[in-house]
């Protein structure tokens, strides 16, 4: 069958949960390289901020049923998946959740790209993964790491795997919520305090996915994402509150504690911060192995550069 990606240069692509945080960044960079974009929602509410940008159309559908997805995939002509979750029922070596999230649909996306010769897959992955397609800290971890091996293995797809790790941005989830906990705390208990991350731009991650569209020599590989520095966690943590205006001393609980922290807030009412296995996946650091590939054409953004901007206040001192 003939590539049609090839034919078309990519003009119309879907989003697979492009209704989120890095969706919004991605929608807006596709819609500047005048491509159309289509957007699947389980919820059409979740996806109104897209609907300010010409060329995007939001579609509820439900991509975990095959017959939909097929549909969805037979209209495009490369396909980007950027669904992910953080939490999920635990079991060995991942609950059902993560299992359906995060290994059957990529599984299941390639299938249905390779069935309508829609070539071109672009999947969201995670650094920390390992190679070995199993292993890892955490459920979140292995499952992605399952992931990435169901992408790799798919046969008649040209994919691309991109591993980002944490994102900043004005509606990220980590330096909003450690500023907003520094807000009202007197002292906020930090586990995993000393782990270290090295937090990318939500724009560059946007354009690191344009990018790897544009250029065939990404096909077949696997690149990570991340910023110019590494932070401790406690680091980030008095960057945040810095930048925001109000800081609160962070006392770093052992492991033990940390988990015990973490199985409290998992089962707290309301929106999940944090969970056993969130703090599982902070058992080892967050770091890039070297620069981003030159072939992504990203020099990535400084931490200082973009977050004072949302948080409030530039830094002092
Ligand atoms: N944000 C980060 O710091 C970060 C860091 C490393 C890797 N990543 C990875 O990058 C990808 C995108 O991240 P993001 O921050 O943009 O995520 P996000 O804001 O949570 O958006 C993901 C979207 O996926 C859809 N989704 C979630 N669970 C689903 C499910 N069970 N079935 C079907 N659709 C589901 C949701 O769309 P609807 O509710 O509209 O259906 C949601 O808008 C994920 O794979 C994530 O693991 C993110």
Not at 107 to 124: D, E, M, S, W, Y
Not at 274 to 301: C, K, Q, W, Y
């Amino acid at each position: 069958m003939m590539d049609r990606g090839d034919a078309m240069d990519y003009r119309r692509v879907l989003v697979i949960g492009g209704s989120g945080f890095i969706g919004a960044s991605l929608a807006e960079r596709l819609v500047e390289t005048n491509r159309e974009v289509i957007v699947p929602t389980r919820r059409a509410l979740r996806a109104t901020h897209l609907r300010p940008l010409p060329n995007v159309e939001i579609c509820t559908a439900d991509i975990h049923n095959d017959g939909e997805l097929e549909k969805l995939v037979a209209r495009c002509d490369a396909v980007v998946n950027l669904v992910g979750i953080l939490h999920g029922s635990t079991a060995e070596p991942y609950g059902p959740e993560f299992a359906a999230a995060h290994v059957s649909l990529p599984r299941r996306i390639a299938a249905a790209c390779a069935r309508h010769g829609v070539r071109r897959f672009i999947h969201i992955s995670a650094l920390g993964v390992a190679d070995d397609g199993h292993s890892g800290p955490s459920m979140y971890l292995r499952s992605k790491a399952a992931g990435e091996q169901a992408v790799r293995e798919a046969p008649g797809i040209d994919w691309t795997i991109l591993r980002p790790s944490v994102i900043f941005g004005p509606k990220d989830k980590l330096m909003n919520t450690f500023a907003t906990l520094q807000r009202f705390a007197p002292v906020v208990p930090l586990a995993r305090a000393q782990t270290r991350l090295q937090p990318v731009y939500v724009g560059d991650v946007a354009q690191a996915i344009v990018a790897s569209l544009e250029n065939r020599a990404t096909i077949g590989h696997c690149y990570e994402l991340a910023g110019p520095q590494a932070f401790t966690l406690a680091k980030l943590f008095a960057l945040a509150g810095g930048w925001a205006g109000r800081t609160a001393p962070v006392l770093p609980l052992p492991d033990g504690l940390g988990l015990l922290q973490a199985a409290a807030l998992e089962f707290a009412p309301g929106p999940t911060i944090m969970s056993r296995d969130n703090f599982h996946s902070l058992a080892i650091d967050n770091v890039a192995t070297g620069p981003i590939a030159p072939e992504l054409g990203i020099d990535p953004t400084p931490l200082a550069a973009i977050v004072p901007g949302y948080l409030g206040r530039p830094e002092r001192g």
